[in-house]
């Protein structure tokens, strides 16, 4: 499909080879078809120095899915002269450019890439850092600290790996359990309570503050286990973000749109009432004029919105 929704036509490869269509070449990449993204490649490749040249110019477009196409490509072909360009991408702030970028440098298996790659290692997306460490390996990379070791079993979530580093994994588990992904946080802490030592007594009682209530459950569950005192714990809870509901926002969409109040609180009757004031409305107006309807209806408002906000006050931190 094209941006207007409208099928694309299906590219004509040999075609398009025979007559030299570089340009029409890069835009079968992005046809919604493999086997026709991978002839594309194929065919690019086939025409040599040129084609690649002009490949390697388009990379810098802004259009991520010709962008995108563009780097499966260069993965196929693997031609050196893309390593440079395909470094420069990796700075790019699309997490899927990125990932693609260090898939194709793990297929080229230039060892240029090595350094770039290894400070990837250390990127806040798990599919930049999933694809770096397995390109990092198919280039050959030995790591040659524990602490590159540890980035490496994290990039590829080898948690087995990570557990068996015992001590020296506790580094990778402090940066694992700030991760903006719930479920890499919960195998952090889950491998920090198997780790016995003292090292470990920090990052659990941080773990109590996350934002996330299945985290901060766990994080107790493992702080018992791990020795620590359960005196401790209700402090470390306590340092979580409040999300609370706000009295007065509740009051004034009650107010100025009966029962919105309600659905701001969570409350699913809030929408019954909304339909109910409008119902009310209508037909006051229609029957008793324009009056009516605020002499009647005015003081409810009145009423639910302090209701609204009564139920605010009361309702506890989440």
Same mark, same amino acid.
């Given at each position: 499909?094209?941006?207007?929704?409208?099928?694309?036509? /299906?590219?004509?490869?040999?075609?398009? =080879?025979?007559?030299?269509?570089?340009?029409?070449?890069?835009?079968?990449? =992005?046809? %919604?078809?493999?086997?026709?993204?991978?002839?594309?490649? @194929?065919?690019?490749?086939?025409?040599?120095?040129? *084609?690649?040249?002009?490949?390697?110019?388009?990379?810098?477009?802004?259009?991520?899915?010709? @962008?995108?196409?563009?780097?499966?490509?260069?993965?196929?072909?693997?031609?050196?002269?893309?390593?440079?360009?395909?470094?420069?991408?990796?700075?790019?702030?699309? *997490?899927?450019?990125?990932?693609?970028?260090?898939?194709?440098?793990?297929?080229?298996? %230039?060892?240029?890439?090595?350094? =770039?790659?290894?400070?990837?290692?250390?990127?806040?997306? /798990?599919?930049?850092?999933?694809?770096?460490?397995?390109?990092?390996?198919?280039?050959?990379?030995?790591?040659?600290?524990?602490?590159?070791?540890?980035?490496?079993?994290?990039?590829?979530?080898?948690?087995?790996?990570? @557990?068996?580093?015992?001590?020296? *994994?506790?580094?990778?588990?402090?940066?694992?359990?700030?991760?903006?992904?719930?479920?890499?946080?919960?195998?952090?802490?889950?491998?920090?309570?198997?780790?016995? %030592?003292?090292?470990?007594?920090?990052?659990?009682?941080?773990?109590?503050?996350?934002?996330?209530?299945?985290?901060?459950?766990?994080?107790?569950?493992?702080?018992?286990?791990?020795?620590?005192?359960?005196?401790?714990?209700?402090?470390?809870?306590? @340092?979580?973000?409040?999300?609370? /509901?706000?009295?007065?926002?509740?009051?004034?969409?009650?107010?100025?749109?009966?029962?919105?109040?309600?659905?701001?609180?969570?409350?699913?009757?809030?929408?019954?009432?909304?339909?109910?004031?409008?119902?009310? =409305?209508?037909?006051?107006?229609?029957?008793?004029?324009?009056?009516?309807?605020?002499?009647?209806?005015?003081?409810?408002?009145?009423?639910?919105?302090?209701?609204?906000?009564?139920?605010?006050?009361?309702?506890?931190?989440?």
């Amino acid at each position: 499909m094209n941006w207007f929704g409208q099928k694309q036509q /299906k590219p004509d490869i040999t075609l398009l =080879t025979k007559n030299g269509d570089i340009s029409g070449l890069i835009r079968s990449l =992005t046809y %919604d078809d493999f086997e026709i993204q991978i002839e594309a490649a @194929k065919s690019l490749e086939s025409l040599g120095p040129e *084609a690649i040249g002009v490949v390697l110019k388009k990379i810098k477009t802004r259009n991520r899915n010709v @962008k995108l196409g563009i780097i499966e490509a260069l993965a196929i072909i693997k031609d050196p002269r893309a390593v440079e360009p395909l470094l420069e991408c990796m700075g790019d702030r699309d *997490a899927e450019v990125r990932w693609g970028c260090a898939i194709a440098l793990g297929e080229i298996g %230039d060892e240029r890439a090595i350094p =770039t790659l290894k400070k990837a290692l250390g990127d806040p997306d /798990k599919y930049v850092r999933y694809g770096t460490s397995f390109a990092l390996s198919k280039i050959g990379w030995v790591p040659e600290t524990m602490l590159e070791k540890g980035q490496l079993f994290y990039g590829m979530q080898e948690w087995g790996a990570l @557990k068996d580093m015992g001590k020296s *994994a506790i580094g990778i588990l402090k940066i694992a359990q700030k991760d903006r992904d719930t479920g890499i946080r919960f195998r952090a802490i889950e491998l920090l309570g198997e780790i016995h %030592d003292e090292c470990v007594v920090p990052p659990l009682l941080s773990a109590l503050s996350d934002e996330n209530d299945t985290i901060r459950w766990k994080s107790v569950l493992v702080s018992e286990k791990a020795g620590i005192p359960l005196i401790f714990l209700p402090r470390g809870i306590s @340092k979580r973000p409040r999300i609370r /509901k706000n009295p007065k926002i509740a009051a004034l969409l009650n107010f100025l749109l009966p029962g919105q109040g309600y659905n701001y609180l969570g409350k699913w009757w809030g929408i019954l009432l909304f339909q109910l004031d409008v119902t009310i =409305t209508l037909w006051l107006l229609r029957f008793g004029g324009d009056s009516l309807p605020y002499l009647i209806l005015f003081p409810m408002y009145i009423l639910i919105a302090i209701h609204a906000a009564y139920i605010a006050i009361k309702m506890p931190d989440m």
